[in-house]
């Protein structure tokens, strides 16, 4: 069984920074990949970026692109997500996902369905 907890949301003013993070836990964790998703009220979980565990390589959607930067740390089993010059519309409540899925392209990472464990989610909210 694997236990995901985020933390690092909170109330920040538009051009500010946070920086999410993502604690993995079980008897022995393991992934191919992890994620981070977001919703905004009223609207469909949306996909944010993804890392691949073993090697680092990322993925973004474009609208985040150049904005955020998806990390982690393998020996502390735990996954990153710094988000710079926050804009109103980046408020939602964000999601860290696992996935044991192994794809070739990262791009193919950004589908709810591709992760089967998930976090309770942390409020990230961009005042104007």
């Known amino acids: 069984q694997v236990q995901l907890v985020e933390s690092g949301g909170g109330l920040v003013q538009a051009g500010g920074s946070l920086r999410l993070t993502c604690a993995a836990s079980?008897?022995?964790?393991?992934?191919?990949?992890m994620g981070w998703f977001r919703q905004a009220p009223g609207q469909e979980r949306e996909f944010v970026a993804a890392?691949?565990?073993?090697?680092?390589?990322?993925y973004y959607t474009a609208s985040v692109q150049g904005q955020f930067v998806i990390s982690r740390d393998i020996a502390k089993n735990t996954m990153y997500l710094q988000m710079n010059s926050l804009k109103p519309d980046d408020t939602a409540v964000y999601y860290c996902?696992?996935?044991?899925?192994?794809?070739?392209?990262?791009?193919?990472?950004?589908?709810?369905?591709?992760?089967?464990?998930w976090g309770q989610g942390t409020q990230v909210t961009v005042s104007s």
């Open positions: 996902a696992r996935s044991g899925k192994y794809y070739i392209s990262m791009s193919s990472y950004n589908g709810i369905s591709d992760y089967d464990y």
């Open positions: 079980g008897r022995t964790f393991s992934a191919s990949a």
């Open positions: 890392i691949s565990w073993s090697r680092g390589r990322t």
